[in-house]
Nanobody, 124 residues
């Protein structure tokens, strides 16, 4: 199994920046070409895709964050980051780290593992 542990959420003013991190652990991690990424969710709404990075480090972004957020893999293979710049109040949500065994990691229904979630709040 895989466990995902997140950090880096918080409160920031509109236009500011935050960086989220997620570290995966588990005995089977590395045995499969897993994609990792980020989703977000606000109360009363569906969890939505934000960004993903494949085992080969190719990336995908939701349109609404494409030019503001950057997903990357750290020097430690099982750690990913989400650098969030020019944050907007609409970005306020709980952000979840994700891992997907065999897909692109862009659909909620395909995600195999979730992080615990971290709150990002952007004030206006």
């Amino acid at each position: 199994q895989v466990q995902l542990v997140q950090s880096g959420g918080g409160l920031v003013q509109a236009g500011g920046s935050l960086r989220l991190s997620c570290t995966a652990s588990g005995r089977t991690f590395g045995n499969y070409p897993m994609s990792m990424g980020w989703f977000r969710q606000v109360p009363g709404k569906e969890r939505e895709f934000v960004a993903a990075i494949s085992w080969g480090s190719s990336t995908n972004y939701a349109d609404f964050v494409k030019d503001r957020f950057t997903i990357s893999r750290g020097n430690v293979q099982n750690t990913i980051y989400l650098q969030m710049n020019n944050l907007k109040p609409e970005d306020t949500a709980v952000y979840y780290c994700s891992a997907d065994r065999g897909s692109r990691g862009v659909a909620v229904s395909t995600i195999d593992y979730w992080g615990q979630g971290t709150q990002v709040t952007v004030s206006s």
